[in-house]
Nanobody, 120 residues
Framework: VQLQASGGGLVQSGGSLRLSCAAS????????MGWYRRAPGKQRELVAS???????NYADSVKGRFTISRDNAKFTVYLQMNSLKPEDTAVYYC???????????????WGQGTQVTVSS
């Protein structure tokens, strides 16, 4: 199972970006999917997650500004980021709790990370 993230970039404060992450490979099923971020000098933190059924969870710092969604048929998760702030600057990683066709268990898979930089 491979995760490919895209959509990062440089944006001014108050702007918007949309991140996408597509899972590929021999996938049997994907349970939860999510986005994490790591800012310089800080630990990785959960930004948002979404269950297979569409239940969502957000970090307090992004509530009301970010929206996570997914397309189960395409094994893809999205993160719409609005009203971006300089403190949102980080490398964003997508995550999937997935079961490969050849596997017995669900495991954590990670994308390569995409840089989001918000200028003031």
């Amino acid at each position: 199972v491979q995760l490919q993230a895209s959509g990062g970039g440089l944006v001014q404060s108050g702007g918007s970006l949309r991140l996408s992450c597509a899972a590929s490979g021999s996938i049997f099923d994907i349970n939860d999917m999510g986005w994490y971020r790591r800012a310089p000098g800080k630990q990785r933190e959960l930004v948002a997650s979404i269950s297979r059924g569409g239940s969502t969870n957000y970090a307090d710092s992004v509530k009301g500004r970010f929206t996570i969604s997914r397309d189960n048929a395409k094994f893809t998760v999205y993160l719409q980021m609005n009203s971006l702030k300089p403190e949102d600057t980080a490398v964003y990683y997508c995550n999937a709790d997935a079961k490969p066709e050849w596997g017995k268990f669900y495991e954590d898979y990670w994308g390569q990370g995409t840089q989001v930089t918000v200028s003031s």
